[in-house]
């Protein structure tokens, strides 16, 4: 009897033991989150001072919902942007988005613009870990291949991490921008043949998002946020009706929305919308889509000749003056330069509105970055 009650009391006390465990170990990890998250918003600031010190030869930022400050213009590293290399030959395509990356942060640039569905992001590791540039002097967006819903968002921020080498000595460092890519998921085949039946016309190479899907990724989204993993996050190419199905459940803003914006093809109802609602607009393929290039336009070459600056630089500082941050593309030296500094002159208001009637709607294009 005794060896029984002692047994027991013994069992009582392991199993007291093992509550007192958890419990301490939840107030442990409790107390490194609040922690985790006190460096993180502290780290913010100083990401700001670093990436937005107003210094004359760096490219100016724009203020998003949440405070944080992005650089106006970005490096992309979307292989349309390569010209001379095939969609498919990811070879080529790393080696000018290295290069291109390189070339940016070597001539002064801040941030760089990446996807999941780029296949460039390792290369953009490289290129951060030879910068040897402090972590906060980069801006880093990256983007999760759609609508995927709210695990698989957890799990594409963290793959995203890991190949732009934000895993480190201490920890796990942070992504500025995460966007959602665009509002619907490819199917299985296209993700790694485009090429295949299943996604050429008449077929569609993707599946439309629900409402639900929309909502899910969302929670994801501002869950990555509040761990402090991320800092800013928004979406890319959503029509105004994607955005208010997600507003309606959004606790945190929308702070931008990366969409094909250039003087043959912009959305001037978006644009009204975004300002409405805080959200940043921001263009990719600035100079032109699949709507052909906007630089033989005889406007733009008129302003062009009249400011003493290329026409490429004209187009994007008429993006600029009507609120709407750049996307650049280029492994061109001189280009990347041009595209640069576009902040010495300003195109005048009568400009900006001949610019503006060059849009017609039979020049816009369905041109996916994927």
């Not at 509040?226 to 009706?241: F, L």
């Not at 702070?255 to 805080?278: A, G, I, S, Y």
């Not at 699949?290 to 008129?302: C, D, F, H, K, Y």
């Not at 280029?330 to 002159?345: L, M, V, W, Y």
Request: proline share 4%; charged share 20%; aromatic share 8%.
């Amino acid at each position: 009897t005794n060896l029984s009650s002692s047994q027991s009391c013994f069992s009582s006390f392991a199993i007291f033991s093992q509550h007192e465990q958890f419990a301490a170990r939840m107030q442990y990890q409790r107390l490194m989150l609040v922690s985790a998250m006190v460096a993180a918003v502290s780290e913010v600031y100083t990401a700001q001072a670093r990436v937005c010190n107003g210094s004359p030869s760096e490219v100016p930022c724009v203020e998003l919902a949440s405070g944080t400050s992005m650089p106006q213009v970005a490096m992309g590293t979307w292989s349309g942007s390569f010209k001379d290399c095939a969609h498919t030959d990811f070879t080529c395509v790393k080696q000018h988005a290295r290069f291109a990356v390189d070339n940016w942060l070597h001539i002064g640039g801040t941030h760089v613009d990446g996807a999941n569905d780029y296949r460039t992001q390792t290369v953009v590791a490289e290129a951060l870990l030879g910068s040897q540039l402090a972590r906060e002097e980069v801006f880093i967006t990256t983007k999760c291949p759609g609508t995927i819903g709210y695990e698989a968002t957890i799990q594409c921020a963290d793959d995203n991490l890991q190949m732009l080498g934000q895993f480190g000595t201490k920890g796990v460092a942070y992504i500025d921008l995460l966007l959602v890519h665009f509002p619907f998921t490819l199917k299985p085949v296209c993700r790694f043949n485009m090429s295949a039946a299943e996604c050429q016309p008449p077929n569609q190479p993707v599946v439309p998002a629900s409402k639900q899907a929309l909502q899910d990724t969302w929670r994801a989204m501002e869950e990555l946020k509040k761990i402090g993993v991320v800092r800013s996050i928004g979406v890319s190419d959503y029509s105004i009706a994607d955005l208010k199905d997600t507003l309606e459940v959004a606790s945190q803003p929308i702070e931008v929305n990366q969409v094909e914006w250039n003087p043959r093809k912009h959305d001037e109802d978006m644009l009204t919308f975004c300002k409405e609602h805080r959200i940043q607009l921001q263009a990719w393929s600035p100079l032109g889509g699949a709507g052909g290039s906007v630089l033989g336009e005889p406007v733009i070459q008129g302003a062009a000749k009249a400011h003493n600056v290329s026409v490429a630089q004209v187009a994007l500082r008429w993006s600029l003056q009507r609120g709407v941050a750049v996307v650049v593309g280029t492994a061109n030296p001189d280009h990347a330069r041009s595209d640069k500094e576009i902040f010495g002159f300003s195109l005048s208001e009568q400009e900006v509105r001949d610019i503006s009637l060059i849009y017609s709607a039979e020049r816009s294009s369905e041109l996916l970055q994927i």
